[in-house]
């Protein structure tokens, strides 16, 4: 099943993380710890390798690239309006809503669309990445010094931004790419090598601080972040999407931008600024496994109507 060849290696990652704490290997605080080395070290590099080799050239489509934009500010307001009513005053709004509009998209999504479409056809899911990513990081900080500042000063939200080492790792990644940047082989194989590392960590530390226990706290919190995330923004969008007549790779990547199950750099976010690390883990968990039957649907109902053209068709 498709959905179960790229989720299955998040899941036995996460489980030896969860073994490890369990067999006293590591303890909660030094999985703790990596988690930190994991946010300001190997994401960071992840994310500029990730937009340093995207071709932003190939298969261009500005009003694919326009409707992904509209898309993510759309969810992020309407998750907004929504946790906040539902959940009024709750310290886990920041994490519920960054549930719900935050992807995997670099991981989960980039390994779907490939495998649906083929590797000549990466060319407006990798512009996704390069523009998308960033966007994901910027709005994710935002919302956590908005709901972990009690003087929610303006001035502390820029300066959260300026410094977060996501936000900058966007930067320099878009900078290298206006600049034309070549990086030497063996500098470039460092980078790359040092990128592989963030997401098997990240899962790690997940697993290793995962509570089983905890589940029935957050039982309301976690059914709305598996319900918006994996039912009702890619309902909402990608069926906006068929009908203003995307087609092909550019539908491809625009459903599993919206279909993805939630980031695992949410977790590692939520953790390093204050938020719940505990809900945003099980989020992440939750939706990755789930995202394995809605992946498969979505796919399905799609490539039966003709409307992703599969590499396999």
Not at 69 to 74: G, H, K, L, M, R
Not at 128 to 140: D, E, H, Q, S
Not at 211 to 237: D, M, Q
Request: hydrophobic share 55%; proline share 3%; charged share 15%.
């Amino acid at each position: 099943m498709l959905g179960m060849k790229v989720i299955l290696p998040l899941i036995v990652f996460m489980g030896l993380g969860y073994l490890f704490r369990r067999a006293g290997l590591a303890g909660e605080q030094s999985f703790r710890e990596w988690n930190k080395i994991c946010f300001r070290c190997f994401l960071p590099v992840m994310i500029f390798f990730n937009i340093y080799q995207s071709n932003l050239r190939a298969d261009f489509d500005g009003k694919v690239l326009v409707f992904a934009i509209a898309a993510v500010f759309c969810v992020f307001l309407s998750s907004v309006f929504l946790v906040n009513r539902l959940f009024p005053g709750s310290k886990n709004r920041s994490v519920v809503i960054q549930g719900i509009y935050r992807s995997n998209f670099v991981l989960f999504g980039m390994e779907v669309t490939k495998t649906i479409c083929g590797e000549n056809q990466m060319g407006m899911a990798s512009i996704l990445v390069a523009v998308i990513i960033p966007m994901f990081n910027v709005l994710a900080v935002c919302l956590f010094e908005w709901y972990g500042s009690e003087k929610r000063n303006r001035r502390d939200i820029l300066k959260g931004i300026l410094k977060n080492p996501l936000i900058l790792a966007s930067v320099f990644g878009i900078l290298a790419k206006a600049a034309h940047l070549q990086l030497p082989k063996l500098a470039e194989n460092i980078v790359r090598s040092v990128s592989q590392i963030a997401t098997p960590v990240a899962l790690l530390c997940l697993g290793g601080t995962f509570a089983f226990s905890k589940i029935s706290a957050y039982r309301k919190e976690l059914i709305l972040s598996c319900l918006g995330r994996l039912a009702i923004v890619p309902l909402i969008f990608v069926t906006a999407a068929v009908l203003l007549g995307f087609r092909g790779s550019s539908l491809t990547a625009l459903m599993v931008m919206l279909a993805s199950p939630a980031a695992v750099s949410s977790y590692t976010m939520a953790c390093e600024m204050k938020g719940n690390g505990e809900l945003a883990g099980m989020i992440v968990v939750f939706t990755s496994v789930i995202s394995v039957a809605t992946i498969f649907l979505w796919v399905l109902v799609l490539n039966s109507l003709g409307l992703l053209q599969a590499a396999w068709d």
